[in-house]
């Protein structure tokens, strides 16, 4: 054995471990169009979808680019029909929904579209054996069939106001995810190879890197002019943000701060989307500092809003005083209030919460002191919980600020506190109703203040059930106001999403988004109705 | 001559026979290895604090129902002690049936399948890149010790060796992707483009692959340089150098030759470390490889596709060290391999 025979050895072992690599990955087939035009479009995020199954609770929130739903939302939030004709007609009970579906669309395969794709898809959303975790979604559908090939009927076990608004919920081909071979909704192949009407097919996903989207040539709605939609998975925010200025990205979601340097550049812009995003602590009944309605409203008093919106949010954001953001169509007008140091001393003072030695007051030998907890690594919620905790302190109460995961913090939700996120913009009793109505106390995360009060509950219940526009806001008026008297939450902001996008197409708009945004947030929700600038 | 040429098979069944039954000995000894790593794995997770039906449903968790809570636990088979589920995972892995991976939602043989060629062609180059530049630049640095090379390539060495790849990735983005624009900053292919393409792939291996080679380097590096040190000052080399032979033959024929003896032991057991870096690589550079399977797994307590993963780092570890075994027998014909 001589010293080359070695290096051979070597270099033929490595070179065929390189080799069985190599031959391990198969080439994927797709169009290798350049880029850099207006026709095809390239967007970085920071999460990729676990699923692209509606099955599962992909595209839940609407734009799934692939699917379409019975209806879809327009930029101003208005329900407008996609598969349907037109907006559902509705029995004067409420509990009856009827679809009728627009002829003559195909799925991407070439398979035509039909009611018993409708019914294929809730039925297995509602399926107890599905994995879908948001099939709560539809918890108020007692049953969905199919009246004829182009129309769908939804009976619900209650009257239902809101219900047109899960209807965007898209739709999946039942010759495709419900055939034999391919029955496997929950691991199957459906889940990575999805089939839909949308206005693209997924032409490719290499899990971790990119998912590529082109344009669906037969699409019903009109082929899009953007006919090639990539979007790329990097999680790192600066590697995103490195990665746009190289050229490599034409848009991208991105933190404030990253965002705005891009505020001067020429050829790119900073669009800023609102949200129904907000921020708020949770103050639970059975804690008896956190459930003593004077500490609540001494909170609510002493908290600074507009500083946290400057101060964490760079200006991107707005104060929050409900659940609901303050350009929502339902917010009660009246219900802001302007920071008031002395107001919330003196609701202490009154309540006989007294200033002890180390400054902080206590009330019949209880301090007025309790935890507050937050997601770790959440960088925003820790800000908001660390700013909230500091404002506490001028007004005489000790937060503890602590860190920790869902399984640390679920046993405590009924004593401790908790800097909670949450938001989804379409109908008020999509948020107002888990977190606030008594039935929904202990079950998941839904009301972690333990909230239970009479009035409210009637409120919502009307909210829910009445589709007359003025009892509603009636209804959710009376929540809020309820809200303001005595606060089961301190809610302190609603977060705007930045994007910076090149300055290549005409018109851009953002949709309201919701606090849990996939893909079809974003500037790009309606990339297939994208146009270029001249 | 003619004699030479009948030996020379005769020495290599001598020598293939041995390496065989190396080989074969290291097989029966990875299945009880496998069965421990895997066990443990199991009994790591079922340990650990996290709740795989929280992790699984992800941010529809925090919205979700108690009753949808519940039925999704029941669905994903959570519950039940770790060994029977362990022993579940086992009988189904041999019978080729992987199971399916909550967290991404496919059939954990797809989930490797799809990523495995990619981080094995990263790490590949990575590995090729380290060992050349390490001993290129470690004999450099050996020929004269305390010279100007020497102590700035052992000052660079210990300085990456503390350097994370994840901070050295970032850099190589600024540098090569921003600031030169030389290579692109990510991906497999160029983003707006699906066609995996040789010259695609060429163009986008090199930077992570550069920054998981560089992370390696300073290893191979300081073990040559010591060792074609140790190498120089031996009676041999000396002997050679006395008998008037060139310094390129002493140095590469003489000197590096007995000085590499200890890197084929290293190639062995940097593969530990090989994996993690690629981890942090991949996910810098956005690499469809194994990595964010690997992270998810770990964090959604995915038992079958974290079973998985393990047991194929185990056996890529297994592997590391039989090649480095087989080589330094092959190498050094002092070596019995018969006693390892």
Not at chain 1, 127 to 150: C, G, H, I, L, Q
Not at chain 1, 515 to 521: E, L, Q, R, T, V
Not at chain 2, 131 to 153: E, F, K, Q
């Amino acid at each position: 054995m001589t010293a080359r025979t070695v290096r051979t050895v070597t270099a033929t072992a490595t070179a065929l471990a390189a080799l069985t690599g190599a031959a391990a990955c198969s080439a994927p087939g797709g169009d290798g169009d350049g880029d850099g035009g207006t026709d095809s479009v390239t967007i970085g995020v920071a999460q990729e979808p676990e699923t692209l199954s509606p099955l599962l609770g992909y595209g839940r929130e609407g734009n799934s680019k692939i699917f379409d739903g019975l209806l879809r939302h327009d930029a101003d939030m208005n329900l407008k029909p996609a598969l349907a004709t037109k907006l559902p007609e509705i029995s004067d009970d409420g509990k009856t929904y009827t679809y009728t579906l627009r002829k003559g669309v195909n799925f991407s395969d070439g398979g035509p579209f039909s009611a018993q794709d409708v019914v294929f898809t809730y039925r297995t959303i509602l399926d107890k054996k599905t994995n879908n975790p948001y099939k709560d979604d539809f918890a108020a559908v007692e049953s969905v069939r199919a009246e004829s090939p182009s129309k769908v009927v939804f009976k619900l076990k209650y009257p239902y106001a809101a219900f047109a608004e899960r209807t965007i919920q898209p739709i999946a081909s039942k010759a495709i995810a419900g055939t034999a071979s391919n029955n496997d909704i929950n691991n199957g192949s459906y889940n990575t190879e999805p089939v839909g009407t949308g206005p693209y097919t997924l032409s490719k996903w290499r899990k971790g890197e990119k998912l590529s989207f082109k344009a669906n040539p037969h699409y019903w709605g009109g082929k899009p002019t953007v006919k090639k939609f990539t979007v790329a998975v990097i999680q790192d925010d600066d590697v995103r943000a490195t990665r746009l200025k190289s050229g490599d990205l034409d848009a991208a979601i991105l933190p404030p701060n990253l965002a705005e340097p891009y505020g001067n550049d020429g050829g790119k812009r900073v669009i800023e989307a609102r949200t129904a995003d907000y921020r708020a602590v949770s103050l639970p009944s059975g804690n008896p500092v956190t459930g003593d309605r004077a500490i609540r409203r001494a909170l609510d008093a002493a908290v600074d809003r507009k500083a946290m919106v400057k101060g964490i949010l760079g200006g991107a954001g707005r104060p929050a005083y409900g659940p609901l953001a303050t350009d929502h169509a339902y917010f009660a007008k009246g219900t802001e209030r302007s920071r008031d140091l002395a107001a919330a001393k003196k609701i202490l003072d009154k309540a006989g919460w007294k200033p002890g030695d180390d400054g902080i007051r206590v009330k019949d030998g209880r301090r007025a002191a309790f935890k507050l907890w937050y997601f770790s690594g959440d960088k925003l919620r820790k800000d908001h919980a660390l700013a909230y905790a500091s404002d506490a302190k001028k007004a005489g109460i000790d937060i503890k600020v602590q860190a920790g995961s869902r399984e640390v913090i679920q046993p405590r939700l009924k004593h401790d506190p908790m800097l909670l996120g949450n938001g989804f913009p379409p109908d008020p009793d999509f948020d107002m109703y888990p977190a606030l109505h008594s039935s929904q106390i202990g079950s998941g995360w839904n009301n972690m203040a333990f909230y239970d009060d009479k009035t409210v509950d009637k409120a919502l219940d009307e909210g829910r059930q009445s589709r007359d526009e003025k009892v509603r806001h009636r209804a959710y008026d009376t929540v809020q106001r309820e809200l303001a008297k005595n606060p089961p939450y301190t809610f302190l902001t609603t977060i705007d999403h930045v994007y910076v996008v090149s300055d290549k197409w005409k018109d851009l708009t953002t949709q309201t988004e919701p606090h849990d945004h996939g893909i079809g947030a974003g500037p790009w929700w309606n990339v297939q109705d994208w146009q270029p600038k001249k | 001559m003619k004699r030479e040429l009948t030996a020379r098979p005769a020495g290599r069944r001598a020598l293939w026979a041995p390496a065989a039954r190396l080989v074969g000995r290291r097989l029966l000894a990875a299945v009880p290895v496998l069965a421990v790593v895997t066990f443990g794995v199991f009994a790591v997770a079922a340990a650990s604090p996290f709740d795989p039906v929280q992790q699984y449903a992800g941010s529809a968790g925090l919205n979700a129902s108690q009753e949808t809570l519940d039925q999704l636990r029941r669905n994903l088979g959570v519950d039940g002690p770790f060994p029977e589920r362990w022993w579940h995972w086992v009988t189904h892995a041999l019978s080729g049936d992987l199971g399916d991976s909550t967290a991404l939602r496919q059939p954990v043989s797809q989930v490797i399948g799809e990523r495995l060629g990619w981080s094995v062609l990263l790490c590949a180059a990575g590995f090729l890149f380290a060992i050349a530049a390490g001993t290129a630049l470690g004999v450099a640095a050996a020929r004269r010790r305390g010279g100007m090379l020497d102590r700035a390539v052992t000052s660079v060495s210990y300085t990456l060796e503390a350097a994370p790849p994840f901070w050295l990735g970032l850099l190589a983005i600024w540098l090569f992707a921003i600031q030169l624009d030389v290579l692109p900053a990510g991906g497999l292919t160029d983003t707006g483009s699906d066609a995996v393409t040789a010259g695609a792939v060429l163009r986008h291996l090199p930077l992570p692959a550069l920054v998981l080679g560089v992370s390696q380097v300073p290893w191979f590096l300081l073990y040559v340089r010591q060792g074609v040190a140790d190498a120089l000052d031996e009676d041999a080399v000396r002997g050679a150098r006395a008998r008037g032979l060139s310094e390129r033959t002493v140095l590469l024929g003489h000197a590096l030759r007995s000085g590499l003896l200890p890197v084929l032991t290293l190639v062995g057991s940097r593969v530990p470390e090989l994996i993690t870096g690629a981890l942090l690589v991949e996910t810098v550079f956005s690499w469809p490889g194994i990595a964010s399977a690997t992270v998810e797994a770990a964090t959604s307590t995915d038992f079958p596709l974290l079973a998985a993963l393990t047991a194929l780092a185990t056996v890529a570890v297994l592997a590391g060290n039989l090649l480095a075994d087989l080589l330094y027998g092959l190498a050094d014909p002092r070596v019995a391999l018969e006693e390892m």
